[in-house]
């Protein structure tokens, strides 16, 4: 498996693999199909974007996780959000992908980094909470456009820390 920094060319591919996601349900907040140039502006060349990398092998792409800016959250700290192939979670590849993530946080000075996920998402609030990330706020109440009402848990990371 490699980790390296995405480029605009993995747009496309980042986004097929978002949208998988997205149409499975469950383990993402988003709930409309993204295409190549909103994975690029969001995620890998955005002015708000302070890294995304990707895991891949010879299969393909695996998944992908980038930190950003947002600004409802205090200006030290990062949002972060990670795809991982269905087929493919728990091998590696998001232990890998948040170990280069945190190496960028720590030199760019991020001293937190959020990770807001659905509260039925299992998956992704187990994904977190291995690499260390703790509850710290929660919207019980975060429905989706279905009328849906699953939660939202917002986790934090203090890179400091570690």
Known sequence: MIIRPATPQDAAAMSDLQNRIIRIGGTTAHEVEHDAAYVDSHYISGPGVICCHLAEDAS?????????????????????????????????????LFAATLEVARARGITAINATIRGDNVPGLGYYSRRGFVDYASEPDYQLKDGRRVGRISKRFDVTDV
């Open 60 to 96: 393909g792409l695996i998944g992908f996780q980038s930190m950003a800016r947002n600004s409802a959250l205090p200006e030290a700290w990062g949002d972060i959000g990670s795809y991982v192939n269905p087929d493919r979670q728990r091998t590696g590849a998001g232990a890998a």
